[in-house]
Nanobody, 115 residues
Framework: QVHLVESGGGLVQAGGSLRLSCAAS????????MGWYRQTPGNQRELVAT???????NYADSVQGRFTIARETAKNTVYLQMDSLKPEDTAVYYC?????????WGQGTQVTVSS
């Protein structure tokens, strides 16, 4: 069983920055793909950014150039650096870890961007 614990959310003014962290604990062998998703009330969870076992990254068009995803494999941790934040980035952000036959989600962390 793997547990994902997110941290780093909070309230920030538009144009500001936040850094989210997601630490994975528990037993799971191998390097998994990891990513960040976000969800607002009444909407489906949407992809923000992903990073695979080779370090290849993928971003939603809405965050390209403003957000950066990175991982520390030795610490089983993935980060999301969010710069130039906009009010429309306000959401609950979830960490995801997945591979063949398994998917794990964190509990989510609230990010609120005020205008």
């Amino acid at each position: 069983q793997v547990h994902l614990v997110e941290s780093g959310g909070g309230l920030v003014q538009a144009g500001g920055s936040l850094r989210l962290s997601c630490a994975a604990s528990g037993t799971h062998y191998g390097i998994s793909d990891m990513g960040w998703y976000r969800q607002t009330p009444g909407n489906q969870r949407e992809l923000v950014a992903t990073i695979d076992s080779t370090g290849t990254t993928n971003y939603a068009d809405s965050v390209q150039g403003r957000f950066t995803i990175a991982r520390e494999t030795a610490k089983n941790t993935v980060y999301l650096q969010m710069d130039s934040l906009k009010p429309e980035d306000t959401a609950v952000y979830y960490c995801k870890r997945w591979g063949t036959g398994y998917t794990y989600w964190g509990q989510g962390t609230q990010v609120t961007v005020s205008s």
